[in-house]
């Protein structure tokens, strides 16, 4: 097991998720179907359901990617709400804006989920998916969701919890070994299918998120797991 220090090689984690997340725009969703056997879809879906969303909503989407959850509320919800997806690779950005170009209530940002570009209290429910983990602040990046979120609103997580037991032992298992080996496969590189489970190593399990979540001032804090807790959403109440 390589160690996450080792992994960014003396470059900061913003620059090196930066230029990782540039080189593997394209193969980015290929890659998610095959490591999760298209899964990802299901549960982002499910994820989307779980919040009370209605029409009119003003919605973020921080470290959008290739926008899956702004298409995913825009399937649902189609131009009666207003989605902004934010993020900092333009190549990741450029595949988001092209799936998404049917929504003209849909736009996308290139932004850093550290320094957001909005007012306070604007947004009425803002999502990360898959995004906290790639922070160089974590707690930093949760207080700039918070901020640019209505009180009453809602900041929406999603990203690799911590199975336990037996399972969490199969999980590391397919994770450590198996994962980087399908990214060696299809994407022509094991690096950053290395990446992804050395960052998850010093990422928060699902009960330590939603007691950071609770530190940092949100008032109702729930936790939903998916695949016994490999995947875990956080809704957390401004
Ligand atoms: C694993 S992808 C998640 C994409 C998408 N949300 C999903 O669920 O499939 C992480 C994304 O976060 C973006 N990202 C990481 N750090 C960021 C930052 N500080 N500011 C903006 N975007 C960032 C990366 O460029 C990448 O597109």
């Known amino acids: 097991m390589k160690n996450l220090k080792k992994i960014l090689n003396n470059k900061s984690k913003s620059e ?11 193969d980015y969703d290929l890659m998610n179907n095959i490591i999760s056997f298209g899964r990802h879809k299901f549960v982002k879906k499910q994820v989307i359901k779980n919040v009370p969303l209605r ?31 934010v993020d900092f690779s333009e190549k990741m950005l450029e595949i988001a804006r092209k799936r998404n170009d049917r929504y003209n ?3 996308f940002i290139n932004a850093d989920a550290l320094n957001l570009p909005f007012e306070d209290n604007y947004f009425d429910a803002v999502f990360i998916s898959f995004g906290l983990r790639n922070l160089a602040d974590l707690r930093k990046g949760i207080l700039e969701l918070q901020r640019v979120t209505k009180k009453g609103g809602y900041v929406v997580n999603l990203d690799m919890g911590k199975p336990k037991g037996i399972l969490g032992y199969i999980f590391r298992l397919y994770f450590f070994g198996l994962v980087p080996l399908l990214g060696k496969l299809f994407h022509g590189s094991a690096e950053p299918y290395s990446y992804l489970p050395e960052s998850c190593e010093s990422f928060p399990d699902q009960e330590e998120l939603v007691r950071i979540f609770h530190e940092l001032g949100f008032d109702e804090v729930k936790n939903y797991n ?13």
């Open 16 to 26: 090196y998720v930066h230029e990782m997340f540039d080189k593997l725009a394209v």
């Open 55 to 85: 029409d009119g909503m003003n919605i973020l989407d921080v470290c959008t990617g290739t926008g899956d959850i702004p298409l995913f509320i825009a399937k649902k919800f189609g131009n009666s709400v207003k989605i902004t997806g």
């Open 105 to 107: 209530k849909t736009e």
């Open 226 to 238: 998916f695949a016994f807790g490999a995947l875990a959403q956080q809704i957390a109440r401004v």
